[in-house]
């Protein structure tokens, strides 16, 4: 099993999803016309990742994302979440974006795994 | 691209900006990818570089074309297919306005979950988000028929939408502006 590091373009994020660490960070913007393409093997990975032991921790900090890509976010947060592997998520989201915060408070009420909602300065 | 948006003063065609508005761009033909890159570029750039728009109400009206746009990729296939942005600074207020063909059959459907969207408050809008969000079920476009709602949450439900007669057979025109406020003074 290998890293994933894809570096962020005007739509899709930056994506660094580490085994040895068992972090999943993405950044930037999540914005592609076909997010079901872009995510699939993400959330493969992540579907191998979640069958080994060791505790999951999941970074988002998105600028924007487009619905394609909230469905695509839900699907991976589901995943781990089936798996019952041990696993947190750190939600970033910009001061004074209530529409983040909102969505951060949205897949927390949804997801059954530890949220963190983290401010960042923008 | 870029001669193909056009900076323009407003028209008054039925399903165009509203009087007194002022077209900052707009684009009519076929929507693809690079298309779509395009003009949101665009409209980045442009809320970047406009001192009175605050960064989180630039966010709101970039989010919100790109739901527009990346939905007319999806419903555009001729050059009926138009996106305008324009600002009303009497009314405090950016506009975007998308219009593509629907089929006649399909627009009955449309227009009745817009005006079911537009009466609910906004608690009741990120409920239903939230409840199609959980949903596994996905759109042909992998939203999961998200947009609308998105769009409605973005704008506080200032949304309209408009059916007009198209000259293809059994299809219409449909029409729908988004109303972002405020501009900051």
């Avoid at chain 2, 395009?38 to 074309?65: C, D, G, M, Q």
């Avoid at chain 2, 527009?68 to 990729?73: C, G, S």
């Avoid at chain 2, 207020?93 to 009466?119: G, H, P, W, Y």
Wanted: negative net charge; hydrophobic residues 35%; glycine residues 4%.
């Amino acid at each position: 099993m290998d890293n994933i590091i894809i570096p962020g373009t005007s739509k899709t994020p930056e994506v660094s999803f580490i085994v040895e660490a068992r972090t999943l960070n993405l950044s930037g913007r999540s914005i592609p016309e076909n997010s079901i393409e872009f995510y699939s093997s993400l959330i493969s990975w992540t579907d191998t990742l979640c069958n080994s032991e060791g505790v999951v921790e999941v970074n988002i900090n998105l600028e924007y994302f487009n619905t394609s890509s909230s469905k695509c976010l839900m699907d991976l947060l589901k995943r781990i979440e089936s798996s019952n592997v041990e696993a947190h998520v750190n939600w970033y989201y910009e001061e004074d974006d209530e529409d983040m915060l909102e969505a951060g408070e949205d897949y927390d009420a949804i997801i059954d795994l530890p949220f963190k909602l983290i401010i960042t300065g923008g | 691209m870029y001669s193909e948006i056009k900076k323009q003063q407003p028209s008054l065609s039925q399903c165009s900006v509203a009087q007194g508005d002022v077209v900052i761009f707009s684009y009519k033909g076929v929507f693809k990818e690079q298309t779509s890159s395009h003009i949101l570029n665009w409209i980045e750039r442009y809320l970047n570089s406009n001192p009175t728009v605050t960064r989180p109400e630039s966010k709101k009206i970039f989010k919100a074309a790109v739901e527009l746009i990346q939905n007319l990729i999806h419903h555009s296939s001729t050059s009926d297919t138009s996106f305008v942005f324009s600002k009303s600074e009497s009314e405090n207020r950016f506009s975007l306005i998308s219009t593509n063909l629907v089929d006649t059959k399909q627009s009955d459907e449309l227009v009745s979950a817009l005006c079911a969207i537009k009466t609910i408050s906004d608690d009741e809008l990120r409920l239903l988000k939230k409840s199609v969000m959980e949903n596994d079920h996905r759109s042909d476009h992998g939203g999961g028929g998200m947009g609308l709602l998105e769009l409605a949450k973005l704008s506080n439900g200032n949304i309209e939408s408009e059916l007009l007669p198209a000259a293809h057979h059994d299809k219409l025109l449909f029409c729908l502006s988004v109303h972002l406020k405020p501009i900051q003074a």
